[in-house]
């Protein structure tokens, strides 16, 4: 006998075709990888505050292309490199509106941990498209605080900070 309430598919199944689903555009993969993400910074006390809605706006902004790369990205599990991934500018402020980038999975490993005047002493370029991105957020005072301490507002400053 057949019980109209009982589901047709199993658990795994059915985890299995939702994980498929999301991960069939760029934006659905982003999207799953934020809601791992929520749960993890809520077991870490990392704080997350950012939306679909935002993720959205700035994979359009960045044009479906890595952030320190330019790269086009991508979905297709045979090419690992350029899967997206969200990226922390500064690992301690979280996943914030302006501390947050959309880059391949490959460019955050090899960013990784890496402190901003880390990043401007060995990989000048990127450190510069930083700059200008961050130029462009409307940083909370948590987010100005942190960038005082990493004596980074002076390049900031709209006009300075060409010779990196």
């Not at 950012?50 to 086009?72: P, T, V």
Request: hydrophobic share 30%; proline share 4%; net charge positive.
């Amino acid at each position: 006998m057949k019980y109209e309430y009982m589901l047709s598919t199993c658990n795994q199944c059915r985890y299995k075709m939702t994980t498929d689903r999301y991960k069939e555009s760029l934006l659905g993969r982003i999207l799953f990888n934020l809601k791992t993400k929520r749960n993890r910074c809520r077991q870490m006390d990392i704080p997350i505050n950012i939306s679909e809605d935002f993720i959205s706006c700035l994979l359009s902004k960045q044009q479906g292309r890595c952030f320190y790369s330019d790269a086009e990205l991508s979905t297709d599990p045979s090419s690992r490199d350029k899967i997206p991934s969200l990226d922390r500018i500064i690992p301690t402020l979280g996943y914030t509106e302006d501390n947050v980038v959309i880059c391949s999975k490959r460019m955050n490993t090899i960013k990784s941990n890496l402190s901003l005047v880390e990043i401007k002493r060995m990989m000048p370029p990127i450190y510069k498209k930083l700059i200008e991105h961050l130029r462009t957020v409307n940083p909370t005072e948590k987010t100005l605080l942190a960038w005082r301490d990493l004596g980074i507002l002076d390049d900031l400053q709209v006009g300075t900070g060409e010779e990196f």
